[in-house]
């Protein structure tokens, strides 16, 4: 297993394009995680995917921000019509409830940078 | 709303040095809390987790405490080294695993 694996590592759109991210978790966890990080601040929380149930969901995401989990695998999360204030850093973490400890492992991140 | 606050924001020692790193939390009902490192421009990376029910975790030269009735946390790091330079978070989990509230950081640099 090779951790929690985000593409693409950066991305630069113009403003009012649609972007699509992807990440894979760890294969045995079953919860997803998206956030997302703005320079010189922690990462704060988009939202949550059990399997594939979206189960919950930061007032952060609005309605431009959609993210799914189809068969509780792998994870997109899109964009549409992105504007300046998107631009951040976009964090994928994953979990399994089944070490008793939920920790996270977190991917390297997707840059996204709209111009 | 639990708020997760860390200090100080910014600190530079010299390499050798032991060091400790504050978090604290508003809410002490939580399950547990992780210590992450962040390269520049890069994911985070665990370092520590202590489940609520745990006084203390070590790895290496870390050593993360936690005292939940007062809601604080600290990260001490043994015989700094310039390859320990890197944003310190805290993060705490107040559900079994629905989200990690984080605070701003520590950045760390370690002078040679």
């Known amino acids: 297993d090779t951790g929690v694996s985000q593409n693409p590592r950066h991305k630069i759109t113009k403003r009012g394009q649609n972007v699509t991210f992807r990440c894979d978790p760890i294969s045995e966890h079953n919860r997803l995680y998206w956030y997302r990080q703005t320079l010189g601040q922690g990462p704060e929380f988009l939202t949550y995917f059990q399997n594939e149930a979206q189960l919950e969901k930061s007032r952060l995401l609005s309605d431009r921000f959609s993210a799914e989990r189809p068969k509780g695998s792998f994870s997109t999360l899109e964009i549409q019509r992105t504007e300046q204030g998107d631009s951040a850093m976009y964090l994928c973490a994953s979990s399994s409830p089944g070490t008793g400890d939920y920790g996270y492992t977190f991917g390297s991140g997707t840059r996204l940078t709209v111009v | 709303k639990q708020e997760v606050t860390q200090i100080p924001a910014a600190l530079s020692v010299p390499e050798g040095e032991n060091l400790v790193l504050n978090c604290s939390f508003t809410?002490?009902?939580?399950?547990?809390l992780q210590w992450f490192r962040q390269d520049p421009g890069k994911g985070l990376t665990s370092l520590l987790l202590?489940?609520?029910?745990?006084r203390e975790q070590t790895s290496g030269r870390l050593n993360a405490s936690l005292d939940k009735s007062s809601g604080r946390s600290t990260l001490y790091i043994a015989a700094s080294q310039p390859g320990d330079s890197a944003t310190y978070l805290c993060a705490v989990n107040l559900n079994t695993g629905n989200q990690f509230y984080f605070g701003t950081g520590t950045s760390l640099t370690v002078i040679p």
């Open positions: 809410d002490s009902a939580i399950y547990n």
């Open positions: 202590i489940q609520s029910s745990q």
